[in-house]
């Protein structure tokens, strides 16, 4: 009688299919065919202040030049005290909070000890750099734990970094402009909010892939919220164009 161990790696691997990937490239090799990489749009952004944290994010969801969903949720729930922004390819970035969630429940449960911020990011980071990029999810993890707040940004290839304000997605270039020229150390959460609002409008009005609302996750030493269409933009008119009967033309046919 035999027995068969799975590892937690292995059971990642099976969740993961790229045989399109190999595909691909056969076919750039042998037929000369090469495609393009997918353009993808979001702003996410994270910041520090006195009493926590705060991630934001836009809620526009595109699949190239098409408008998916108005009103998506890219801030996804890993744990009581963690939370997590994500920018990329949705469906990856649903698969891997989702079995990082689950990972930090077993912990608890099995160790009686709220999740760490640095527990997540490590299982998030081994799981990405052992796909080599593959995975196409970019993500910003924000908690409070006994060390206080913490914001780190993951890269698709498994790097990381830990700063006090992080932004990420196809807007972070100007949503990056405003976060550095506003934040401070000493800032209470109507001063962060205002900051990163700002953040994440830069982001969707000066980047084609980003719009919609604006979503607010707020974590404390003891509470976590979240705030759905706290800023709401780029919604269409509903009464529709008037014309007036002077400015229109009438064409005979």
Request: net charge positive; aromatic share 10%; with cysteine.
């Amino acid at each position: 009688m035999t027995l068969i161990h799975l590892d937690d790696d292995y059971l990642i691997w099976r969740s993961f299919d790229f045989q399109n990937y190999w595909r691909n490239e056969i076919l750039s090799i042998q037929k000369k065919i090469f495609f393009s990489i997918k353009k993808t749009g979001t702003t996410i952004a994270g910041i520090i202040f006195k009493e926590g944290l705060i991630l934001a994010s836009d809620t526009r969801a595109t699949n190239e030049e098409i408008s998916c969903d108005l009103n998506c949720e890219k801030i996804h729930y890993l744990a009581p005290n963690i939370c997590c922004c994500g920018a990329g390819t949705s469906a990856d970035t649903e698969s891997v909070t989702k079995s990082v969630s689950n990972h930090l429940e077993l912990q608890r449960l099995s160790t009686g000890r709220e999740s760490r911020v640095q527990s997540s990011v490590s299982i998030i980071q081994r799981m990405l750099f052992q796909f080599n990029g593959l995975i196409s999810a970019a993500l910003i993890i924000g908690g409070y734990d006994f060390l206080g707040a913490h914001i780190y940004s993951i890269h698709p290839h498994g790097s990381t970094e830990n700063l006090p304000f992080i932004a990420m997605g196809s807007g972070s270039l100007a949503s990056t402009a405003i976060l550095e020229k506003f934040f401070n150390n000493n800032m209470d959460i109507n001063s962060a909010k205002n900051i990163i609002k700002e953040a994440v409008l830069a982001g969707i009005y000066n980047d084609i892939g980003s719009g919609g609302n604006v979503d607010f996750c707020i974590i404390k030493k003891k509470t976590l919220e979240f705030e759905r269409n706290e800023k709401k933009q780029n919604f269409k008119k509903t009464s529709g164009y008037f014309f007036h009967k002077k400015d229109s033309i009438r064409i005979r046919i």
